[in-house]
């Protein structure tokens, strides 16, 4: 199978994230709580029922402890290569810090974030990313607003302030993604205990969790449109890489926010990316979505939930 529309994928993913917004300020009442498991169970949940073609997995053998991953995205096709994604996803708290991730790494690793580095490496197109579930009352930073200043917003492909975009909604980050390098920066510099896990240190470096496949086209005749119907044309495997690449090493969400506009042309190699899929992916393609049972070790995934986005193959030209 195979997803039909890019540009359903981002919309569905933007929905989600509201729903999540929606799901963590709820559950900041009183004997309501929502873990991080449930919210992504719930999201890839979302995902597989919006999005003709997307492959999501379950499985019950997973070494999400040494792998360090909450689940794994596969992005591409046979011809184009794959991209793959490790995530580690981190609830916002009632105090406004992402306190676990102080969580401890697998091993001699001081921290679950390094354990995820650990087993990615950007020059084999294997990216290592946090996605953090936010939501909290309106007001709760600045009266009458969802934001969150001072932290430094990046969503706008315009390049307006929070206050002036007209692209983004604050609950766009119900699902905030940041390259783990920089959370590994963020929370290794010295800072008094109450700050080091603050909201507003983390999202300063990030972008909605829809934008890692590339921002939304920025289009001033089309403000009502927040996804352009342009996304599904061109070679969309490169614009998630070259994306990627900016979010990781190319300056980060600034970088990629100025970049927004020609991040299809972000000069990539190709043959970084993954030719021969590990065993347990393979299976997955070949068997309907849903719960895996993993039939040898070797098909033990590396996370708890596993999602593929595969290309539609292109038409062939017919000949004159």
Do not use: M
């Given at each position: 199978m195979a997803i039909e529309s890019f540009r359903d994928l981002c919309t569905a993913m933007d929905t989600a994230a509201i729903d999540t917004w929606k799901r963590i300020e709820f559950?900041?009442?009183?004997?309501?709580?929502?873990?991080?498991?449930?919210?992504?169970?719930?999201?890839?949940?979302?995902?597989?029922?919006?999005?003709?073609?997307?492959?999501?997995?379950?499985?019950?053998?997973?070494?999400?402890?040494?792998?360090?991953?909450?689940?794994?995205?596969?992005?591409?096709?046979?011809?184009?290569?794959?991209?793959?994604?490790?995530?580690?996803?981190?609830?916002?708290?009632?105090?406004?810090t992402y306190q676990m991730l102080k969580h401890p790494g697998a091993g001699e690793d001081a921290f679950q974030y390094d354990t995820l580095l650990k087993g990615c490496n950007p020059d084999q197109a294997r990216y290592a990313f946090h996605v953090f579930y936010n939501g909290w009352p309106k007001g709760t930073f600045e009266e009458g607003t969802y934001w969150a200043p001072p932290a430094q917003w990046n969503a706008c492909p315009g390049l307006s302030s929070y206050r002036d975009c007209k692209h983004a909604q604050p609950r766009h980050y119900g699902c905030a993604i940041i390259s783990t390098l920089d959370?590994?920066?963020?929370?290794?510099?010295?800072?008094?205990?109450?700050?080091?896990?603050?909201?507003?240190?983390?999202?300063?470096?990030?972008?909605?969790?829809?934008?890692?496949?590339?921002?939304?086209?920025?289009?001033?005749?089309?403000?009502?449109?927040?996804?352009?119907?342009?996304?599904?044309?061109?070679?969309?495997?490169?614009?998630?890489?070259?994306?990627?690449?900016?979010?990781?090493?190319?300056?980060?969400?600034?970088?990629?926010?100025?970049?927004?506009?020609?991040?299809?042309?972000?000069?990539?190699?190709?043959?970084?990316?993954?030719?021969?899929?590990?065993?347990?992916?393979e299976a997955m393609r070949s068997s309907a979505p849903g719960r895996f049972e993993p039939a040898s070790e070797d098909e033990a995934p590396a996370a708890p939930q596993t999602v593929i986005v595969e290309r539609k193959p292109k038409r062939a030209r017919r000949r004159k």
């Open positions: 559950g900041r009442l009183p004997g309501r709580r929502f873990d991080e498991a449930s919210v992504t169970d719930n999201l890839l949940f979302t995902l597989q029922n919006q999005v003709p073609g997307l492959l999501t997995y379950q499985s019950n053998q997973v070494q999400e402890r040494e792998s360090g991953a909450d689940w794994e995205w596969w992005i591409g096709d046979d011809q184009a290569g794959w991209i793959c994604l490790r995530i580690q996803a981190k609830r916002v708290y009632e105090d406004n959370v590994k920066k963020l929370s290794d510099i010295a800072a008094p205990a109450a700050s080091r896990f603050r909201v507003q240190r983390y999202l300063s470096a990030a972008v909605p969790w829809s934008y890692a496949f590339g921002f939304p086209p920025w289009d001033p005749n089309r403000e009502e449109e927040r996804w352009h119907p342009s996304l599904d044309r061109g070679d969309w495997v490169d614009r998630v890489h070259g994306t990627l690449e900016v979010l990781t090493r190319r300056g980060g969400a600034p970088g990629a926010r100025d970049a927004s506009g020609h991040l299809g042309e972000i000069p990539i190699d190709r043959d970084q990316r993954t030719f021969g899929l590990p065993p347990y992916v």
